[in-house]
């Protein structure tokens, strides 16, 4: 690697240099002043995102040690970048001020990790970066309260985390070897795809997709979900539920990627039976929540199953944007991970006395004395319930017409319809708590005067969630062609390619192993 | 009877690494070892992962914390002596110097700080244990099933050697992003372990 | 079986034999050697009356453990109470495998065992293991010593030794740091990570290590006696604190295996500082004790002259004892991660530039460097103000507490 090839990395490299100096300006007296670093953190989002579009999309000639840059690279980056950015506004005076510099400086190592994620090209690298997401975000739950809840989140968090770790570790041992590489590109020719993946191989992916279902919060792995993100505190609750699924996504499609998407039936079924109880759960389980933040974790469990049914449509080529199922993905992402936090900053825009607004009651009321904040909450939730007209809507279409119009050559065509059925019939159910929020807000007599929380952030990120709601939805197009673009190194196989291209191992460039797959799938 | 103890540890300890040596015919210091032959490895290889698992064992059965710590101390120490015996003798020593001196040190002086006495038992519940008993057999009758059958394909490489130097040249240049990761990442715990750790202000 | 004898493998196996008795007869003569430096530094006699000039004293007190009876009290935890000693002392004896000792024998010169070999056609190592993670294994094997002491202590079920071993445990872990940086400096020096090796080259060049890094050799020796649980670091024992610390609850032959796993430990951390930084079994301007040199007689020199700079060492570990009074448990903390650390990584960070730059063999450039480390060490130090520790931290609460200025709460 020569200090060229840094260049590449350049998003990654200021993330890494700005939250290691935030870490040390922390306990200097400039770290002291209200908001200055606070500022600094913003400044330093601000100018990874400004490097990552100044970089364009990466053409994967990189020379990098165990990373490979493809256009999926350039979506997550800014897309992880931009929310991230909106995360910082909403949680820049969470904190102690003492502790102030640590925090802010773990929000951008997560962050970090998620870029990390999507370029890994090693196994060894993919899982430090997912450890790497992880880690940081066991403290922020501690350290985003003072109170005997936050810790028990936290402490719940990470034992759950660690086991999630280990089963990730594991899998990837098996996968290494089934293969015996660790570079992504080594194991996609050697494991080979479809009918002829080795039970070592299988039994890796299943531990796998099992450690990053901690991630996803999917059913069976998502139930320390509801304490944590009661425990925590609302900005870093809004971080939970968009940057370790974001890169647990992220992390599935590539691992996927070397089994090139062609599923055997049981590792179909698995992530299909995973998908239908994720949503049917979560949403169950939301009905019935009275406490708010408990009520938005269990939706984000049931999001997580909507997104799975995007992953099991797998990526098509030559089709449109409607029947990609990775198109579809990041696409709703982006769009999950900014309705996400606008509920969140909503949350924790008011204060109910000392305390952040907890049981749905407490919301009673609120369109009587703070309408504009009431309307942009509602608009993210429509947008959650996938309401028109907001780009919510439009996720949830792309991802079940996807799953409907695989065409009757697939091999599970059948099985996906049946899952986009569960799919829709739970947006409905969905429905309804949502609703109910809605209506506590504009129908219910006022029974507390909740105070604007100090700070103009949380209105801030709340305003632009919900602005980018109604806006994605009138035009979808320029969030939709990245998606696509990101999408296309996936159909084409070229996520696994470009990794050899980039030399890891000096091996010769590979066949298109992922785009064979898929064709052996639709076959 | 401590002693006859300590003798039969030092012996079995010390013979794997006098076994690796010979089969690595003295790299370096152009000595020359006679090989005594297979049976000697094979010996100790089911002698070793005989400790490895008995101890593992031992590990789930035990009901206080501190002999737990104990059984993982052998389970250790037998699967370095394994790598001692696959002639990877860095791995062999990072085993010993990562788990055996720092994390269990680790956990055991976690267990004194916050336990009050030897006498203090888990005691799981019934339904826990009829669970965990179904997941470990299933996880056993699943691995065991695959990894019989399973193609390893041919070893990378058959002839012991130098690995100290090719483990820290990789590090450098092939795993060089990794290895930077790993380092962030350690910085990340130690900061989140220092801030949970700290007294709270008076 | 003559010619068995004669193989590295059958001859690693007499040498792990002798190894193993003479640390036993070592040991006992190393309590001799302690008493005795104990009454030179307190103007006494020491032991005289066993034998001529009280030689025969390890003796009977060897016996004495040996025939006491075996308790083991009611209320400890059974199974780890006769583990810990074992652990213990086995632990301490393993990390002797490693050591160099005597450098390359030739074969051929053995007295009857050799007498069918041409000179020159076998080599054999003095040393029971040449491993080429040398270094690793014997920072691997001494971080396990710990483990005697933590499940003794625990196992005794008594609130001393549990104090004790608390102690031992924090003490271990700290000072397990300085001492792996300070060896890395070494090995950074030489480049190999073989014992025998770097004690060959120092031979070959005729330059010792510590004239190299003479800061890196002092920290050494000071986490060598922290390591081996000595005074001033002995807090896992402290009589006055303490009662006897972890070992509270031993008597007879189990309390025997903790006396001998101490002294065992200090013979290997003596050994290792001795082939890190002095040279090991080398004296200038004898030719018996150079590489070329490898009859028996020569390793028998060798050998010799290796065992005399570790009694000389060892000398010293037990006059420190008997001179200086012991840490206060913040103290030896603060020494640890405050002082030692920090002077270690910068001394390993300064090894790496100097290896950069091709001078990690210069003695100017390595000692320039030292200097610098130190008196960077020393401008830290001198900036800062004394801390407040112990009773006076106490004090200091109490007056804030209160209100009122610490002159007032002191009287």
Known sequence: MTFAALGHILPELILLVGACALLVLGVTRVGRAPGALAGATCGVCAAALAATLWAGIPDGTAELSGLALSAMTFYVRWLTLLVGLLLVLLNGRQADPAEQGEYLSLLLFTMLGVLLTASASDVVVLFFAIELVSVPTYVLAALSRRDARASEAAVKYFFLGALSAALLAYGLGFLYGAAGSTSLSAMARAIGSGAEVGGLALIGLLLVFGGLSFKIAAVPFHAYAADVYEGAAAPVTALLGFIPKFAGFVALIRVLDVFGWAMSPGVFWLIWATAALTMTVGNILGLIQKNVKRMLAYSSIAHSGYMLVALLVGPRLGEGPMSNGVTALLFYMAVYGVMNLGAFAALSSFRRGEDEVELVEDLSGLARSQPGAALALCVCLFSLMGFPPTAGFLGKVYIFSGAFSVGADHAYAGALAVLAVIGVLNSAVAAAYYLRVAAVCWVNPERERLAPASGMSGRLGLTIAAVAMIALFVSPQALLSRARTASEPVLSGSVVKGVSRLGLDGASVPSGISAEGYAALSE | MSLQVGILWLCVTALPALAHEEAASGVGTGVVYAVPGGWFEAVMFYVFAGTAVLSAIGVCVSRSVVRMATWLFFALGAISVLYFLLAATFIAAIQLIVYVGGVLILLIFGVMLTSQSPWVRFTPSRLNLAVAGLICVGLLVCLSSILLEADFGAPLSTTPGVTVEAIGRRMLTHYLVPFEIAGVLLMIVMVGAAHLARQEKQ | ?411
Not at chain 3, 332 to 356: D, E, T
């Open chain 3, 1 to 411: 079986m003559k010619d068995f004898l004669v193989t590295q493998f059958g001859f690693s196996l007499v040498l792990a034999a002798l190894v193993f008795a003479v640390i036993q007869g070592a040991v006992a003569y190393c309590i001799y050697y302690e008493r005795k430096i104990a009454a030179w530094t307190q103007d006494r006699y020491g032991p005289n009356r066993a034998g001529p000039l009280g030689l025969l004293q390890p003796i009977a007190d060897g016996l004495k453990f040996v025939f006491k009876e075996d308790y083991i009290p009611g209320h400890v935890d059974k199974i780890l109470f006769v583990l810990a000693p074992g652990i213990m002392f086995v632990v301490c004896g393993i990390g002797f495998l490693i050591l160099p000792w005597g450098g390359q024998l030739d074969a051929s010169t053995l007295p009857w065992l050799g007498s069918h070999l041409q000179p020159g056609e076998r080599m054999l190592s003095v040393q029971v293991v040449s491993l080429n993670v040398g270094i690793l294994y014997l920072l691997a094997v001494m971080s396990m010593s710990v483990y005697g002491v933590v499940l003794g202590g625990w196992s005794s079920n008594n609130k001393y030794s549990f104090y004790g071993a608390m102690r031992a445990c924090a003490q271990m872990l700290a000072y397990e740091i300085p001492m792996g940086l300070t060896i890395l400096v070494v090995v950074l020096t030489m480049g190999t990570l073989r014992l025998e090796e770097i004690a060959a080259e120092q031979a070959a060049s005729g330059v010792w290590n510590v004239a190299r890094h003479p800061l890196a050799a002092l920290i050494l020796f000071i986490t060598a006696l922290a390591e081996a649980n000595r005074a001033p670091f002995d807090l896992a024992e402290a009589e006055q604190e303490l009662v006897g610390g972890y070992h509270t609850e031993y008597g007879a032959l189990k309390f025997g295996l903790f006396f001998l796993g101490e002294y065992a430990s200090m013979i290997t951390t003596s050994a290792l500082v001795v082939v890190l930084f002095l040279g090991g079994w080398h004296v200038w301007g004898v030719s018996a004790l150079t590489m070329e040199a490898t009859s028996i007689w020569a390793v028998l020199a060798k050998m010799t002259v290796m065992a005399g700079k570790v009694a000389i060492l060892i000398f010293v570990y037990m006059w420190v004892r008997w001179s200086l009074p012991r840490f206060r448990f913040d103290q030896l903390m603060r020494l640890a991660w405050k002082s030692l650390v920090p002077m270690s990584l910068g001394l390993f960070a300064a090894a790496a530039g100097l290896l950069y730059f091709g001078l990690h063999r210069s003695i100017a450039a390595c000692l320039a460097v030292n200097a610098v480390v130190l008196a960077g060490a020393v401008a830290v130090a001198s900036r800062g103000r004394t801390p407040i520790t112990g009773r006076q931290a106490n004090l200091v609460r109490q007056a804030a507490r209160n209100d009122v200025p610490l002159a007032e709460v002191r009287t």
